[in-house]
């Protein structure tokens, strides 16, 4: 798989597979290490198009910050629905954003070839809106509170700006414990 391969993302299975093949050069590099994680209860069935990964990824100053993230891949159109992260996907962001980790969705709107890192913070304003019944159901390709970013380094903007994935990153940068 190579990099020319983004332009042939269709779906999210293949979204999968990219960000999987993207992952082995973080490793390769020694630059992080990303794995998909379960969210669910055992004998649950991932929904299609939805996936979670964790890890740690390098920030630019040389240190290891945790990452947590759910990749949605969105096979045509502009918009990503809040429904279709499930409970247990925005539990298991906002425990590793509440502990120090940086969180964020990773939006991939597959026709348009555009990628967005929805950093925690933002999400957890939309799903209370959404689940309140007055705010938005989906997030717009190219809102202004998205992040952009390209393959295959699509960690680069949460190593560029910590703080704005990670509720905690000045404390864990500076040492501070709780």
């Not at 990503?80 to 954003?97: G, H, K, R, V």
């Not at 809102?143 to 390209?150: A, I």
């Not at 699509?154 to 414990?177: H, I, M, R, S």
Request: proline share 6%; aromatic share 12%.
């Amino acid at each position: 798989m190579s990099l020319r391969a983004v332009t042939r993302l269709k779906d999210a299975g293949a979204l999968k597979e990219y960000l999987d093949f993207c992952n082995e050069g973080y490793r390769a590099r020694k630059r992080g290490v990303v794995y998909p994680v379960l969210t669910g209860l055992p004998g649950e069935v991932e929904r299609e198009g939805e996936s979670c990964y964790g890890g740690h990824n390098m920030t630019f100053s040389g240190r290891p910050m945790p990452v947590i993230f759910c990749a949605a891949g969105i096979p045509a159109g502009d918009r990503w629905p809040l429904s279709s992260l499930e409970d247990a996907e925005y539990a298991l962001l906002e425990s590793a954003y509440l502990t120090g980790a940086a969180a964020f969705v990773l939006l991939g709107y597959l026709e348009l070839k555009r990628f967005f890192l929805l950093p925690f913070g933002e999400l957890q304003k939309r799903w209370r809106h959404w689940r309140w019944g007055s705010g938005p159901v989906t997030v717009k390709c190219g809102d202004s509170r998205l992040v952009e970013t390209q393959f295959p380094h699509y960690l680069a903007p949460v190593a560029e700006k910590p703080d704005l994935f990670c509720q905690q990153w000045n404390n864990v940068a500076l040492g501070a414990t709780g």
